[in-house]
């Protein structure tokens, strides 16, 4: 898909000032990501699908050297500005080899609510463990197997993309599938479940969204794995 193509292109302001304070990024997944990530002082972090750039902002305040990616021109545009010099920003497709990046050049690599828009996971993957450091950590976030089959219908098992239509007048498109085939395409791409954890809502969305905080209290809406090479994986 050419750049000009990218789906948040015409969308990424709203989407920005949407996501800095909604229920689902402010109070649900981005705490969840930054507690699972600890200490990242003095980590070479790559933020894969970095969008406005609100998660590598919460990075460089804890210490991170950090690199940003994103499919979309704008959004590459708002996390230059958010980030100033405290990150290089790239415009990249994850659909696209990393040509520009050497082998073992990171410690963390970061894909927050992205993986579900790739054409091919395992490839992607594979790609981003080749970037990865001995000892370094792949840590995903997505939406939870349940949460997509409560909100899509069908079998729990299917398999496909969903569209739906966003509030902006965005149509949304992601891919659903199951726990066991995520793990599995983990795995052809030489990685390994080392902690998984179920998002739980933060206690300040009692305050903002007392309705979200109440469904997300008792019915999962998230997912975040920490992935790390096979023994032996190249």
Not at 102 to 110: E, R
Not at 183 to 190: C, K, R
Request: with cysteine; hydrophobic share 40%; proline share 6%.
């Amino acid at each position: 898909m050419p750049p000009t193509d990218a789906p948040y292109d015409g969308f990424a302001d709203t989407f920005a000032r949407e996501a800095a304070a909604s229920a689902y990024n402010a109070h649900y997944d981005r705490p969840t990501v930054l507690q699972f990530l600890g200490d990242v002082n003095g980590l070479r972090v790559l933020d894969a699908g970095c969008g406005p750039g609100l998660y590598l902002a919460e990075l460089a305040v804890r210490g991170a050297d950090l690199v940003g990616i994103d499919q979309s021109a704008d959004m590459v545009r708002l996390a230059r500005d958010r980030l100033g010099q405290h990150a290089e920003i790239r415009q990249h497709d994850l659909d696209e080899p990393l040509t520009w990046v050497a082998d073992a050049t990171f410690d963390i690599v970061l894909l927050t609510l992205v993986i579900h828009y790739t054409r091919n996971r395992v490839r992607t993957l594979t790609e981003l463990t080749r970037v990865l450091r001995p000892g370094g950590r792949i840590v995903i976030s997505t939406s939870h197997p349940t949460a997509d089959w409560l909100s899509g219908g069908g079998s729990y098992f299917d398999a496909r993309y969903v569209e739906e239509a966003w509030s902006d007048g965005m149509t949304h498109r992601y891919w659903r599938q199951p726990l066991q085939a995520w793990v599995d395409e983990f795995t052809t791409a030489g990685l390994l479940v080392e902690r998984l954890v179920e998002h739980r809502p933060a206690a300040s969305m009692r305050r903002h969204d007392p309705t979200a905080y109440e469904k997300l209290t008792h019915q999962p809406g998230f997912i975040a794995f920490q992935l790390v090479k096979k023994p032996g994986a190249s």
